[in-house]
């Protein structure tokens, strides 16, 4: 079966400091893999997303960057954090249909991000 | 573009009452839907779905049809239980993305 991992499950920065967060996906290769954000109260933002190594598609302008180095690893980064970054963070991804795909998302844990 | 949007919450709910969310939503085209739901702590998991138009999606009791006519998805579920707990988000895939509203809360109460 198939599982998706994230972490760090919590993390606390300051503000102006980098950032780097890890999603792995077992099970299943060349999958879609996407990053969306949920802050306080709101639903989620798609922030990127990847349909294979190397290819990213940003969605949102911002200072965070995502990077896919190999098939079932997507990373998070940011250079410089800002307050306004603070919220949870999802990994989610969903099995290789074509683009688009209209197959179901699984969705990882998360991760409580605090920028102070 | 296209769009979510849904009740806000909290909804307070005592248990075995009847539980509505409404959802409607703006696209192009005719999407997929999905209701996700939020446990405490945990990820989003999907809790059902309709691929089109008058598709009724159901899981765990909860119920949800598409309706084109009306453009909603509101979500049902006819006797509730306090494990029902958690945050709903309606969904549309618009074009292999996404599209979240807000999120509703439900609390159940014994």
């Known amino acids: 079966s198939q599982t998706i991992h994230q972490w760090p499950a919590t993390l606390v920065q300051p503000v102006g400091s980098p950032l780097s967060l890890e999603c792995t996906v077992e099970g299943t290769s060349n999958p879609n893999l996407y990053w969306y954000r949920q802050a306080a109260g709101r639903g989620l933002q798609l922030l990127f997303y990847?349909?294979?190594?190397?290819?990213i598609s940003s969605e949102v302008p911002q200072n965070l960057s995502a990077s896919r180095p190999q098939d079932r690893q997507f990373i998070l980064s940011s250079k410089k954090l800002l307050l306004s970054d603070s919220g949870f963070y999802f990994c989610a991804w969903n099995p290789d249909g074509g683009w688009p795909t209209y197959n179901e998302q699984f969705f990882g844990p998360g991760t409580r991000l605090t920028v102070l | 573009g296209d769009s979510v949007t849904q009740m806000e919450g909290p909804v307070t709910l005592s248990e075995e009452a009847f539980l509505t969310i409404n959802c409607t939503y703006t696209a192009t085209g005719y999407p997929s839907l999905f209701w996700y739901v939020q446990y405490p702590g945990e990820g989003l998991q999907l809790l059902l779905k309709a691929t089109k138009a008058d598709d009724k999606g159901s899981n765990k009791g909860f119920e949800a049809t598409y309706r084109k006519e009306t453009t909603s998805f509101h979500l049902e579920k006819g006797s509730v239980q306090v494990s029902d707990s958690a945050v709903y988000f309606c969904?549309?895939?618009?074009?292999?993305?996404?599209?979240f509203g807000a999120g509703t809360q439900v609390v159940v109460t014994p």
């Open positions: 969904a549309l895939d618009s074009w292999g993305k996404l599209q």
């Open positions: 990847s349909v294979g190594i190397g290819q």
